[in-house]
């Protein structure tokens, strides 16, 4: 899957979703007060739309990718729109590059995409990254991320809220789902 990724930043076919305008959940959570700014971080954040919208909003936002020509991209626009974001270029499977904790975590799509090994190793790297408190918003499709497999990879770190959620209506029109988290006070 990493080559598609690859082809797709470098030689921009990126989906217009991906380059265009934030994640209508994201903003109705910031701009509702839910989520107050802080330390952010976008997980896969490709071209960083998300992440250039959180600096908007005042949030201290890093931004992580595994496509060097998307970092690239994210830089050039992060930019142009007048905003401070850290990107990073590094694998969520086994982070390297990146330290210390979030108030919130971003991932609209990266989980989705990784298959069952990649999805033990991200859980694995991404939750040192949330302290009690952070919340986590997390987007993917329906028919391979189910909400029963978040809630047994998070469900004993996070407290899970489904915010968002539409059924499937055939190949062109996926279901997906936004859950909410927020991370549990760890027990002695």
Not at 77 to 91: N, R, S, W
Not at 109 to 117: F, S, T, V
Not at 152 to 160: A, K
Not at 165 to 185: D, N, Q, V
């Amino acid at each position: 899957m990493k080559w598609f990724y690859e082809l797709t930043f470098r030689f921009s076919f990126v989906p217009i979703s991906l380059v265009f305008g934030t994640h209508t959940e994201l903003a109705k959570l910031v701009e509702s007060g839910c989520i107050s700014p802080g330390r952010a971080i976008d997980l896969g954040c490709g071209t960083g739309k998300d992440a250039i919208y959180l600096a908007r909003q005042g949030f201290e936002v890093t931004g992580v990718d595994f496509i060097p020509a998307a970092i690239k991209t994210a830089r050039q626009k992060a930019q142009a729109a007048g905003v401070e974001v850290t990107f990073i270029q590094d694998d969520l499977t086994n982070l390297r590059h990146v330290r210390g904790t979030f108030d919130l975590l971003l991932d609209f799509g990266a989980l989705n995409d990784l298959n069952q090994k990649g999805r033990d190793s991200y859980v694995h790297n991404v939750l040192p990254l949330a302290h009690p408190g952070s919340r986590y918003l997390l987007f993917g499709f329906q028919k391979s991320l189910k909400a029963s497999e978040v809630e047994r990879r998070f469900g004993e770190h996070f407290s899970i809220e489904t915010i968002a959620r539409k059924s499937s209506k055939g190949i062109f029109s996926p279901g997906y789902a936004y859950h909410l988290m927020t991370r549990k006070e760890e027990n002695p």
